[in-house]
């Protein structure tokens, strides 16, 4: 106790720091999910997609019309809906990524610099397109249940726990499938060398669009769980897309690791230096913190120098 | 082909040229059967731009002050329009955003040719939009609430006759707030200039009842998440008063709600939190018991006057303040009522003033500034109104509103005297 009384600063309030953790607990698990989508996208293909957070925001404005049209037609329970968006949306929004890659990308060549450009022009056509057929609203999508925590300091929602659980689950999955299916040895071997890997009869261009749907599909996932929480709207997709850039320059562009790491040290430090100080001090260190890495060690934290 | 091109454009030119010199010899009176001509124009409709937050964090808003604009004008043109001119409502999306509002003021005066422009909501829109309305010399009709009217910020063409602004309202509240629910206040707001408002004016004025706010928790107005911040809120508040605006809305008050539990302070929301929101939805049922200030009650209620039920059924509101078509669409009824009255008294300031056209701008200002007292009618459907000429800014009844069974019951009303305050600026003393 005296010990504590000879701090030279104040010890923060548990509530603060309870409060604090838990909120960078639920972003840093959606943040991981979101930017690794936006990892695997770059690691494989070498595309910067800028398009990124349209796909997030797209997940969640079609899990208000898969939700919002089951409960008006079938009547069903929230958690109906709800489970059948998590399913159909991600499977839309990745067809609607593959067909980006198609129609765009390809045509491109994956050219590094105007696949940027090109994905930059797609963000404003989804964005467009969600203002034009969903509207301006915020709209609430129900939670599939809905319970509540009572810590000592204060209440907490059951399903932003849940969230966390299944984003882990989620993530364990994509690993899965990255290390141990044949689909996922495609993926590795087309990002090791698209050259040879073609040569060996891989296609290429179907891996590509596979990924473009998977990266996009991530997103979604993503979207579809935060939605209960926040709410549906055509201008959702900036943060999400600021975020996870911060997460994988941090973490490394490419580097699965380096992007899981990345994104509970962000989530983490946003919700702690948010609750404790200011939400804009949190994004001021975070950018900072890109800033520097890119000055000293622009490859991130865990990824390989460029050859 | 180019040399057809080149021909047309010569010809579209030297026609404009030959319709400029006309306009001109018209205008001298030189040409007597082109005058009648001009005076057939006066039956030309009376444009109003309409600046509209169709986009951007405004839009629930957007939606029913359109829907609000166009029943006032459909009742003013059935009526026989202004001066006997029908009116037009030329509508413009300023994406709740400051930049584009200006823009959108500059396409009214000169490529719409608009006689006024009117509408606008968030502070910061018509902060951003105010200037450049003054340096055009178009009367600018806002409906927004903030103090930055009657502050003296703004200037001798803005005007904000229709709506109360947050100064008043706030003051009008702190007494009841302190005799009813508490004295020691955390105060929870969006951090720009209407929060400001709220946050200054409401400190203020529950000081002088005894009280005191001990926490000030500023929001940005882009935050989608809110939990972070409810930790900050001290043990010991007895009240907590909170207003919050954007898509963000709903979100927040659930969050507050998961915060709480049973185990909550005192809540007194502006319902500006819960605008467009179904009291009703799930997960705001922690309300129950809470208090909310509302410009204009949303539920009908027992004492439902003959000019609400009138103003109700044009709007095409139902009992419960949602849309008749679509008892989900829940409208933002503590506030559109504004665009109905501010499109009233602009009418009746243009027939005071015999407006005939943008020279007479002047004159419809001056006729306005003139005026002190809106009696509750038809025009009027919130209540009685009086209007300060040299502060540009009405001051009118306000309302307490309690949750009960989901539905906000009113309390309390206000005189208007409680909202009076002493003015800070005299725009008439200010040159056109």
Redesign the interface.
């Known amino acids: 106790m005296d010990l504590i009384a000879l701090l030279p600063f104040d010890l923060p309030h548990p509530a603060l720091l309870a409060a604090g953790m838990l909120e960078g607990t639920v972003l840093a698990a959606v943040l991981a999910l979101t930017a690794l989508g936006l990892s695997i996208v770059f690691g494989i293909m070498r595309v910067v997609n800028v398009a990124h957070g349209e796909f997030y925001m797209l997940g969640a404005v079609l899990a208000w019309f898969v939700t919002h049209t089951v409960s008006g037609t079938v009547g069903g329970p929230p958690w109906l809906g709800f489970a059948i968006a998590l399913i159909v949306a991600p499977l839309i929004v990745a067809a609607m990524a593959a067909l980006t890659d198609w129609l765009v990308l390809k045509r491109l060549d994956y050219d590094p610099e105007a696949t940027i450009v090109a994905t930059i022009g797609v963000l404003y056509i989804i964005q467009q397109l969600a203002l034009t057929f969903y509207g301006p609203d915020a709209r609430p999508v129900e939670a599939p249940f809905d319970f509540r925590v009572q810590l000592p300091w204060f209440g907490y929602s059951g399903y932003k726990l849940v969230v966390v659980g299944a984003a882990i689950a989620l993530m364990l999955v994509v690993w899965l499938v990255l290390t141990r299916t044949k689909i996922g040895l495609v993926m590795r071997a087309t990002q090791y060398d698209r050259e040879t890997a073609q040569a060996f009869g891989i296609p290429v261009d179907k891996v590509y669009a596979g990924v473009f749907a998977l990266g996009a599909a991530l997103a979604a996932i993503g979207a579809v769980l935060i939605v209960p929480i926040q709410q549906a709207h055509y201008l959702m997709g900036g943060d999400p897309l600021l975020l996870s850039f911060i997460v994988v320059i941090l973490g490394g562009l490419g580097s699965l690791k380096g992007t899981l790491v990345a994104a509970i040290f962000i989530g983490l430090s946003d919700g702690i230096i948010s609750t404790l100080y200011e939400p804009t001090l949190a994004k001021i260190l975070a950018t900072l913190l890109v800033a520097m890495v890119l000055v000293f060690r622009p490859q991130g934290l865990f990824g390989a120098r460029a050859a | 082909m180019a040399d057809s091109k080149h021909t047309a454009g010569q010809t579209r030119r030297t026609i404009l040229g030959g319709a400029a010199l006309l306009g001109t010899a018209a205008g001298a009176g030189l040409l007597p059967g082109l005058g009648r001509y001009a005076q057939a124009q006066t039956s030309a409709p009376i444009k109003i731009g309409f600046q509209v937050h169709?986009?951007?964090?405004g839009?629930?808003y957007?939606?029913w002050y359109d829907r609000t604009t166009k029943a006032a004008a459909k009742l003013i043109n059935d009526n026989g329009g202004i001066n006997g001119r029908p009116v037009e409502i030329i509508a413009e999306d300023d994406g709740t955003d400051p930049k584009r509002g200006a823009e959108v003021i500059e396409k009214f005066a000169t490529k719409h040719e608009c006689d006024v422009a009117f509408g606008t909501l968030f502070s910061h829109v018509v902060i951003g939009s105010a200037p450049r309305a003054g340096e055009l010399k178009l009367p600018y009709f806002v409906v927004s609430e903030g103090h930055h009217v009657a502050s003296g910020m703004l200037n001798r063409y803005t005007l904000q006759p229709g709506i109360t602004d947050v100064k008043s309202q706030v003051q009008s509240m702190a007494p009841w707030v302190a005799d009813n629910l508490g004295k020691k206040v955390t105060m929870v707001y969006p951090d720009f200039a209407f929060g400001h408002d709220h946050r200054d004016y409401f400190s203020e004025a529950i000081e002088r009842q005894g009280g005191n706010v001990i926490a000030k928790i500023a929001i940005?107005p882009r935050?989608?998440?809110f939990?972070?911040?409810?930790?900050?809120i001290p043990k010991d508040t007895e009240v907590l008063y909170h207003v919050m605006v954007g898509?963000?809305v709903?979100?927040f008050v659930k969050?507050l709600g998961?915060?709480?539990?049973d185990n909550r302070p005192e809540i007194f929301g502006f319902i500006d939190s819960l605008e467009?929101v179904d009291i009703a939805?799930?997960?705001l049922e922690f309300l129950e018991g809470s208090h909310f200030w509302e410009g204009y009650p949303r539920y009908a209620g027992e004492n439902q006057s003959e000019h609400d039920k009138f103003y109700r059924a044009a709007v095409g509101v139902d009992d419960n303040g949602a849309s008749l078509s679509d008892s989900k669409d829940i409208s933002t009824y503590a506030h559109m009522f504004g665009c109905w009255e501010t499109l009233h008294i602009l009418k009746a300031g243009m027939e005071a003033a015999d407006y005939k056209g943008p020279k007479d701008r002047q004159a419809l200002i001056e006729a306005i500034e003139n005026m002190d007292v809106f009696p509750e009618s038809q025009a009027h459907p919130q209540g009685s109104k009086l209007f300060n000429g040299r502060t540009h800014q009405a001051f009118g009844h306000q309302h307490i509103s309690k949750v009960e069974g989901g539905k906000l019951v009113p309390v309390h009303k206000t005189s208007i005297f409680d909202t009076y305050y002493e003015d800070e600026v005299d725009y008439t003393k200010m040159s056109f």
């Open positions: 169709r986009t951007g964090i839009a629930a957007g939606r940005p935050e989608t998440s939990f972070k911040y409810l930790p900050k898509p963000g709903l979100t969050e998961e915060y709480f539990g467009a939805s799930p997960g």
